[in-house]
């Protein structure tokens, strides 16, 4: 007597699918990879801090001219040292303000992932609804027109930098510039903007596909 064979239940193994982060950008990780580079290198041109602060450099000015002169020599060779201070005392306020820092971190998100980096093809879409590049753009303009001038993050940010600025000037024209030295190459590229300017090209350079994209 043959014995009855159990019918077989097909099976289905479901395979379970984790989801992954979303992985960054390259454009984000070649901004971020640019500017780290424009960073160590300017700051790898920073000047001893003791030469800053050595006291027996200081000397009052004869006279305003000659305040505005050394103010000038100073900058020309501990730039990257004032910029420094500069960026400390505007680090410091803002950590003892944690609520602005915490507004001008989200602008800068909002404004990195949302439009700068973010790729063309994924739209933006909140609480169900498609954001054009227009509409984001619009929307990122208004908020940091808030953020800016109807919080307090605008004035914590200008009294810092006049706090900075007037540290470094007062720094420059008490500090004789005698015994300082610069290279004809180191003159040429003074100032500001020439310091912070390979920090923006190399920003502008990584974000102009992910911009030209949606124009």
Not at 86 to 92: D, Q, R, S
Not at 103 to 113: A, D
Not at 149 to 160: D, E, K, Q, R
Not at 190 to 199: E, M
Request: aromatic share 12%.
């Amino acid at each position: 007597m043959s014995t009855a064979v159990p019918p077989v239940i097909p099976v289905s193994s479901v395979q379970s699918v984790e989801s992954q982060p979303p992985a960054a950008s390259p454009a984000f990780l070649s901004f971020v990879s640019r500017l780290n580079e424009s960073l160590r290198n300017g700051l790898s041109q920073r000047r001893p801090w003791a030469e800053l602060v050595d006291r027996s450099a200081f000397s009052k000015p004869e006279s305003f001219s000659d305040a505005l002169v050394r103010v000038r020599k100073n900058y020309s060779y501990f730039r990257v040292n004032y910029l420094s201070v500069i960026g400390l005392i505007l680090a410091f306020s803002l950590l003892s303000h944690p609520f602005s820092l915490l507004l001008l971190l989200g602008l800068l998100c909002s404004w990195i992932f949302l439009y700068l980096f973010r790729p063309a093809d994924q739209p933006l879409i909140l609480f169900g609804r498609t954001f054009s590049d227009r509409e984001t753009l619009g929307f990122l303009i208004i908020f940091s027109v808030f953020v800016v001038f109807l919080t307090t993050v605008g004035s914590l940010l200008i009294s810092a930098l006049m706090v900075g600025v007037g540290l470094v000037c007062a720094h420059g024209a008490f500090r004789a510039p005698e015994d300082l030295f610069l290279d004809e190459q180191e003159q040429v590229s003074t100032g500001f903007l020439s310091f912070l300017g390979g920090a923006a090209t190399n920003a502008a350079v990584a974000a102009a596909p992910a911009v030209a994209a949606r124009v």
